[in-house]
């Protein structure tokens, strides 16, 4: 059992981690294994090209050929440094952007259903970039397999699916076409010298896939990973219908109808359902209906004349459910036992079977609150009459009496008892329902004139929901960015400090005060602002400017530079609002982290007192709420100008819904879309029904609203998936009401003809 629990990986801690500002995170330190590793791997793969090349040139056939094995070679010798230092920037560059997944840096080559046309030098580069990748992967298949998964696993995209790997053949075979490009040499060269490096890179580059998995599994990510070969989902979920739009369903009913030779109905069923009507003469000494009368007889029965009930011979309790519009009863069972079902031909009592086991799975329903399902089940006799006019009814989805039970019950999904019967959607409903029962004898049209009504009242609605909803949005929004930010200041602070040793002083400034004003400009200004792109630079030069000085090149670029980089500091810890105190004490370090960097070429970290930031220099980001509750969301808009177009985009969305169960697992989230409605326990114990109307863009946190946009609440995707284990929270099957229904019927015979 304990090894068990040991191979048990938690998998929010690590996205938690990033968010966390200074710390080293796991990926930090496969940023900062992988960036060495790769450069020593390069550094050696540039040197066995030399030798290569060198005997190449030697036994050239050609002085075409002589000249580009000797150009190679001296890009190879003496530029090695220029390629190693411009991979390492490319690289890391690359494993940043494909960390973060950001939307702006969708990889282009994503999309392959889209064809370009590429310039003859582009597409050589580009196939040689291809072939430099798949001869790491060719070169790394068992080692690549476990890092996938476990960088999936920290970068908060498990499967890959909105990337490749930070780590993967793709990104280092692009970064090092990247650093050759930066040089002074040839395309023919550089493409030799591409083909040179596929020959000796792929090896060690294995070497350190295997270390990184080796240190992530020592950190439990994923400590054991086993093969599996995953199923395909099943193409119908539970409870839809089976058959094709267009089959013949009500043929396929009939069918297993006789092949099951009768099967209880409802609970109001005094027979089988194949079974003889009663006898309409014997049971109650009057004449049996004419079959020319069935349809005015049921045109009488839908607007609820009593006074002339009694001639269908029904019973009292069907009369009372109908006089009195009780629709969550089956009255179509009592009529199948009605001296009514006698007069009817075979095909028409069939048809009253099947559309009474349908309505038991309506009414059954627990999606539907009960006071809309007495509403629509008072459409039973009209939705008779359809079906014994047009039994394509059960097999075209686009029939306008069937989609308008459908819209009926998706609208319903999130009405909230406490609208009341005076609230606009159960008022709407009722008056579609009392039209159809007024107006409806043998056109079908008013279905769909009924569901362009619903579907003109929801549209209206949907527009006054995303107005309502779009503070809370945007507010979720400003906390996403605000939290990516600090990971990409995160990341260019890691990055810019790899492979350059700082003093200890330095080191805190740029990792604490430094790194919150970078993630500030960030979330304000953007990737693209000068003030991002001068702080990035600023950064750099610091680093540099307390490097030891070994030469005297180095000492005069220092006395230089240093004019111009104190005065952008000065600017900086402005910014960052330091008083005076902590103002002298940076400036007082710097000048001796300085000092000791040109005394004699050797840092002397002892010598530099550290400094003391102020712990509470913060900057004006939207603080990280990540509930593992559903709390509520404080609808605090900065960007107001934002929230028009924002209620416009929520206004136009297409919401997407799911059919399926409780997921087990965190990953499992993903299937979740927008306008999918989950039901949760409060802590009182009430059930609330919420519709995920917004997944914030980096899949951190989900905002859940009421039908009407109101009542915001968000929860992190740990917090949801436990809730969803505990059976604290479940999703609602959201499929189509009619598909459910049919479905579940066939199902139903299927066993029985068994």
């Known amino acids: ?17 990033r968010q966390g500002g200074g ?18 791997a390069l550094d050696q793969a540039l040197e066995q090209a030399k030798l290569k090349l060198l005997g190449m040139a030697e036994k050239a056939m050609g002085l075409d050929l002589y000249h ?25 560059q690359r494993f940043n952007r494909e960390c973060r997944r950001d939307a702006a840096h969708i990889r282009k080559d994503a999309n392959c259903s889209e064809l370009s046309l590429q310039a003859p030098d582009d597409l050589e580069e580009s196939l040689a970039t291809d072939s430099l990748a798949n001869a790491i992967r060719n070169a790394c298949i068992e080692e690549l397999f476990g890092l996938d998964q476990r960088m999936g696993l920290l970068i908060d995209d498990p499967e890959l699916t909105r990337g490749v790997n930070p780590l993967g053949p793709e990104v280092i075979s692009e970064s090092l076409m990247a650093a050759l490009n930066d040089q002074d040499a040839a395309l023919k060269t550089r493409l030799l010298m591409a083909t040179q490096l596929s020959k000796h890179l792929p090896e060690p580059i294995g070497e350190i896939y295997q270390d990184i998995n080796r240190r992530l599994a020592r950190q439990n990510v994923l400590p054991t990973i086993r093969t599996s070969v995953r199923r395909a989902a099943s193409d119908r979920q539970p409870g839809q219908q089976i058959g094709a739009e267009g089959s013949d369903v009500f043929a396929m009913l009939r069918q297993l109808m006789a092949m099951g030779g009768g099967l209880s109905a409802g609970p109001m069923a005094g027979a089988s359902i194949l079974g003889p009507a009663l006898p309409g003469e014997a049971a109650t000494g009057m004449a049996a209906l004419r079959s020319d009368q069935i349809m005015p007889t049921l045109n009488r029965l839908q607007r609820g004349r009593a006074a002339e009930f009694e001639q269908a011979g029904l019973d009292h309790a069907v009369l009372d459910a109908i006089d009195q519009g009780r629709g969550q009863v089956n009255v179509l069972h009592g009529l199948r036992n009605s001296r009514m079902a006698g007069a009817m031909t075979a095909m028409d009592t069939m048809t009253l079977d099947i559309v009474a086991m349908v309505f038991d799975y309506v009414l059954d329903d627990t999606r539907i609150p009960d006071a809309i399902k007495a509403l629509i089940g008072r459409l039973q006799i009209p939705v008779l009459k359809v079906a014994m006019l047009d039994k394509t009814f059960f097999s075209q989805k686009s029939h306008p009496a069937r989609k308008l039970l459908d819209a009926l019950a998706e609208a319903a999904i999130g009405w909230d008892a406490g609208e009341g019967h005076e609230g606009g959607l159960y008022r709407k409903i009722e008056e579609l329902v009392a039209a159809i029962l007024d107006q409806f004898d043998d056109r079908i049209e008013v279905f769909a004139e009924a569901l362009e009504q619903l579907n003109a009242f929801l549209a209206e609605e949907r527009r006054a929901a995303a107005a309502a909803m779009a503070p809370s949005v945007q507010a979720v929004k400003n906390i996403e960015q605000a939290a990516a930010s600090r990971r990409v200041a995160h990341d260019e602070v890691q990055s810019s400090l790899l492979g350059h040793p700082v003093p200890s002083a330095i080191g805190a400034f740029l990792t604490g005060p430094w790194q919150r004003m970078l993630a500030d400009i960030h979330y304000k200004a953007g990737e693209d602002s000068a003030a991002w792109k001068g702080a990035l630079e600023t950064m750099a030069d610091l680093i540099w400017s307390v490097a030891a000085k070994v030469d005297r090149d180095e000492r005069k670029r220092l006395v230089t530079m240093l004019p111009s980089l104190l005065r952008r500091l000065d600017e ?71 929230v028009p177009a924002l209620i416009e985009e929520l206004a136009a969305a297409t919401e997407e819904n799911i059919v399926g169960e409780a997921p087990d697992t965190a990953a499992e989230l993903g299937r979740l879309k927008r306008g999918c409605w989950i039901e949760y326990q409060q802590d009182d114990g009430a059930s609330v029904r919420a519709k995920l109307s917004w997944v914030s863009p980096l899949k951190g946190l989900y905002l859940f609203t009421n039908r009407l946009g109101q009542r915001a609440i968000s929860i992190n995707a740990e917090g949801l998936a436990a809730k969803l284990r505990a059976g604290e929270a479940r999703i609602l099957n959201a499929a189509p009401l009619m598909d459910c229904a049919v479905g579940s019927l066939m199902e139903r015979l299927q066993r029985h003809a068994a």
């Open 1 to 17: 059992m304990e090894a068990a629990r040991n191979n048990v990986t938690n998998i929010s801690q690590f996205s938690r981690e």
């Open 23 to 40: 710390q080293h995170t796991p990926l930090d330190d496969c940023r900062e294994r992988s960036a060495l590793g790769l450069k020593r």
């Open 68 to 92: 580009l094995y000797m150009d190679t070679l001296e890009l190879t010798r003496d530029h090695r440094a220029e390629i190693g230092d411009a991979f390492r920037k490319h690289y890391l």
């Open 572 to 642: 900086a810890v402005g910014y960052l609002g330091l008083d005076q105190q902590g103002r002298d004490a940076f400036f007082t370090s710097l000048v001796k982290c300085h000092a000791e960097a040109v005394k004699d070429g050797r840092l002397e970290d002892e010598a530099i007192p550290l400094f003391d930031v102020p712990a509470a220099v913060e900057m004006d980001l939207p603080e990280l709420n990540d509930p593992v509750g559903f709390e509520p969301v404080a609808a605090a808009v900065e960007a107001a100008a934002e």
